[in-house]
């Protein structure tokens, strides 16, 4: 098949051209690069050093013999994008071009605004492009298990049965979002849900869990390798909880520490995107899948993050700084997740086998950290309106070293 | 109390100035005319002819003895209406400053971002103002029953208490909505919802049926008469059918015709939204208003429309063209509407009163509707992704006589 990734140069969108590109697809990418200047923006970079994304191209082409095809531009102009899927025509769009950080977005009303209008109009966009070039393509957008918030019942995917004062239907499961990026999620899935319905396109909604890993087997070398986030902003909790123990600074759940939420190793993502790339629905059909393996609290990952960084000869220490989000902090969650098991999805990876290889990785581009050691503690409170003079206060008063150039590190093998 | 008006110079923006002041409190607007450009985009024009907003503002000196403050300007630009709301700080603002109307949203691609991308912004920009320059204030934000689309079980105000797998809690009632307009209402509706969260705002998210009217007591000089579209894409389905009984033309019902929806009468809106003011909710309280009277299918519309124009000497005819909508056309269809009845709420119009309201005026500014005849037919089609050919296309050859200047008219009784 012809896979078009949109956000191919992100952390999941590159393993993922890996993998398909391992499994015999034809894969192009597109890209604006946007995440590297926002991830500059905030002053952090990523932990692990990422080529350009010609080298990129590079690196595949000498250590796998593929070529990937590439268009450099913005889902926001439309004509770039009509003009990508009139000249590829791909098989399915995996479309992962958006704005990821729910902090971010908790920035100001700026960060606000461009995340929610930004998302909604690359998808708009792909959806009007889809139904005039590729109507017979099949688009997996990526969700977040975070649009349905935690409510105190069962989280099914994406519909559900209900009696309601005597009478039934089917009904989307509703969305309760916590944050402006997690609510422009929920918008992007109300209009693939309804271009679906009037357009008759093809299209899997994948609310994934929170992604953890930073190797895939198809990393075989420096040069392949994703980025990594650990600021406030871009890294996930467990990010930051390793780096924190790498660098000697207390890991830091926020408030109670209970909230729990679905998780999904890298590499068993890979498989999941794969999977539903190659059984697409059927024309009309509008499908949802909760990717994801097991819930975790904060707490937990705090504690595999201490447990680990024990062995390593590290000593870690736990603290409970007041919580900058505002979100339950102690709630039911048990979503369903059978439709991806039932393609064929089966869990390769445990969490603390992860989290190890992450430590190992870590400790190699340590010094990346140090570089960036001000980034990791929270700034963006959500209930401020506007945080952009607490991200700018954090900086250290001595601008941080500029990121040197990527030269390609020593070949190295990965564990995985 | 200060009400800010966001859309004031719309069609229920005006007359709610009015009932406003009639009614003793004090009225703030903010406009930047865009209907007027966007009736004028698609070839039509208001039956009724609207003076300037300054000789509006002149009207209301004159007549009735009061001011209207008003601040052009776009909802857009975060700095107008940080400046506005920190210059006003209101009571309550109720924001109808939204692009309103679904088919202009389905013309194409641009049209649905456009509407999207901006409606989102503007909401989003009012709740960081509030929140920074008048957090006590009152958001009464003007949403649509077409949020909810039209499910097989009965419609909630807004939440409901579900049991799911053998627990419950009280959710949001799943939207579905059936336009990019729409589908904006509801995005609009959680962005509402999460501020209320996060920031302890008041607001109230009002579901309103389709509105119908052109009179309300407080027009009582045709200078203060607010607008009334009646082309395909800025006129409701009743007002098209007015029009066309009033025309000679047929009168369309698109499809079966037995979609249902809910409906108000513009004198009940007012009413309801100046209950809605006065009667704020409590700080983080996110409540939610069905606001509607009857519920009416298209087919029953039609009927009243005959009926009204057959009394009159017309010699109304019923054809039912393709529905250019993708909807259900026979459905079930029982929302609950019992919030505004516990502040007061009573319904003062009857359907047939109004039509036979509607019908004087009309005939009254026949000519205006005879050099606009050629709108009210329906060109934008929801299954295709580019309308704007047939919206051209169905553009007569010579072009409609320009509006000609507005000067105030004789003054006039309403019946009301």
Not at 104 to 116: E, F, G, K, L
Not at 126 to 144: I, W
Not at 276 to 296: L, S
Request: with cysteine.
């Amino acid at each position: 098949m012809k896979v078009l990734i949109t956000g191919i140069d992100g952390y999941s969108g590159w393993p993922l051209a890996l993998h398909l590109l391992a499994r015999g697809h034809a894969v192009v990418g597109v890209d604006n690069f946007v995440t590297r200047r926002r991830v500059r923006e905030v002053g952090s970079w990523s932990a692990t050093p990422i080529p350009s994304f010609a080298r990129r191209q590079a690196a595949v082409r000498e250590i796998l013999g593929k070529e990937i095809g590439f268009h450099r531009g913005d889902l926001e102009r439309y004509d770039f994008v009509r003009h990508v899927l009139a000249t590829e025509r791909p098989d399915a769009i995996v479309h992962l071009a958006e704005q990821r950080s729910a902090p971010y977005s908790m920035i100001d009303v700026h960060h606000a605004v461009r995340t929610q209008a930004g998302n909604l109009t690359g998808t708009l966009h792909l959806l009007y492009a889809m139904r005039e070039s590729c109507p017979d393509a099949h688009l997996v957008k990526m969700g977040t298990m975070g649009e349905y918030g935690t409510p105190n019942v069962d989280i099914p995917e994406g519909f559900f049965e209900i009696d309601y004062r005597g009478r039934s239907d089917r009904l989307p499961f509703p969305r309760q979002a916590g944050s402006w990026y997690h609510w422009s999620k929920v918008f992007d899935s109300g209009d693939v849900m309804f271009a679906s319905r009037i357009w008759k396109l093809k299209a899997t909604d994948v609310m994934q869990g929170v992604l953890y890993g930073i190797r895939t087997p198809e990393i075989t070398d420096p040069r392949l390798l994703t980025r990594f986030d650990f600021d406030e902003t871009w890294g996930t909790a467990l990010n930051r909880f390793i780096v924190q123990a790498v660098l000697g600074l207390p890991i830091t759940p926020y408030g109670k520490g209970d909230q729990k939420r679905g998780f999904i190793a890298l590499e068993d993502s890979m498989q999941s995107l794969r999977l539903a790339v190659e059984n697409p629905p059927d024309h009309g059909e509008y499908r949802v899948f909760n990717q994801f393996d097991a819930a975790y609290t904060v707490n937990e990952l705090a504690d595999v993050t201490a447990r680990i960084a024990t062995e390593r000869g590290l000593h870690p220490t736990i603290e409970h700084p007041p919580n900058p989000r505002i979100e339950a902090e102690q709630h039911y969650y048990a979503p369903i997740h059978d439709h991806l098991a039932r393609l064929g999805y089966r869990r390769t990876r445990a969490l603390p086998d992860v989290v190890r290889e992450i430590f190992r990785d870590l400790t190699r581009y340590r010094r990346r950290l140090e570089a960036r050691r001000h980034v990791v503690q929270p700034t963006v409170r959500w209930a401020s309106g506007d945080n952009r003079e607490e991200l700018r206060s954090r900086r250290p008063a001595e601008a941080p070293p500029e990121p040197a150039p990527v030269a390609p590190p020593a070949p190295e093998r990965t564990s995985a």
